[in-house]
């Protein structure tokens, strides 16, 4: 919250990347017809806000800069396993968990906003984050047994609990 600028900065780059994410996996998957129409109302959310953080950026006269690597998401997505069916399970769970810290950070960022109009935006974003992650679990559960999904997923949290332990604090979503 000390550098609330760069934060936006981040949260607008972590949107665009949410929204290309979501049309790479319409590209990967073309013949997974939920997966398709689910990734694509994703993406488009995902770029509305993207439009609605750089309004903010552009109310406080700052300027998007070149897309940094996220050390999280980077760490995260090496965990993804080969051949293509398990990875497509784990980019789909792992799609949930990021879009879940998503959900915690914001929820985070609004109660501890003093702007009311900046608190409410990320109480409403705190709300459709959380919808964002369980469309992930549910496109799982769709193409994959429950039992494997819950195994996966409990192996992954673990993992990424000790990713997040690793990490320093910043100005950031993840």
């Known amino acids: 919250m000390r550098d609330f600028d760069l934060f936006l900065l981040d949260h607008a780059a972590c949107e665009k990347k949410a929204s290309a994410m979501a049309m790479g996996m319409v590209a990967h998957y073309p013949d997974r017809k939920q997966l398709v129409r689910a990734m694509i109302d994703l993406a488009l959310e995902e770029l509305e806000h993207f439009s609605q953080v750089y309004h903010l950026i552009e109310i406080r006269n700052l300027q998007l800069g070149a897309d940094e690597k996220d050390p999280y998401i980077n760490q995260l997505l090496k965990q993804a396993r080969h051949p293509s069916d398990l990875?497509?399970?784990?980019?789909?769970?792992?799609?949930?968990?990021?879009?879940?810290?998503?959900?915690q950070r914001f929820h985070c960022v609004a109660q501890n906003l003093r702007d009311e109009k900046l608190k409410q935006f990320y109480k409403?974003?705190?709300?459709?984050?959380?919808?964002?992650?369980?469309?992930?679990?549910?496109?799982?559960?769709?193409?994959?047994n429950a039992?494997?999904?819950?195994?996966?997923?409990?192996?992954?949290?673990?993992?990424?609990?000790?990713?997040?332990?690793?990490?320093?604090i910043r100005a950031a979503v993840h």
Do not use: M, N
């Open 147 to 168: 039992d494997e999904v819950e195994t996966r997923l409990t192996e992954l949290l673990h993992i990424e609990a000790d990713i997040v332990s690793r990490l320093p």
């Open 124 to 144: 409403q974003l705190a709300t459709v984050e959380a919808k964002h992650h369980h469309i992930f679990i549910q496109l799982a559960q769709t193409y994959f």
């Open 87 to 103: 990875y497509f399970l784990d980019r789909l769970l792992l799609a949930g968990i990021i879009e879940a810290r998503g959900c």
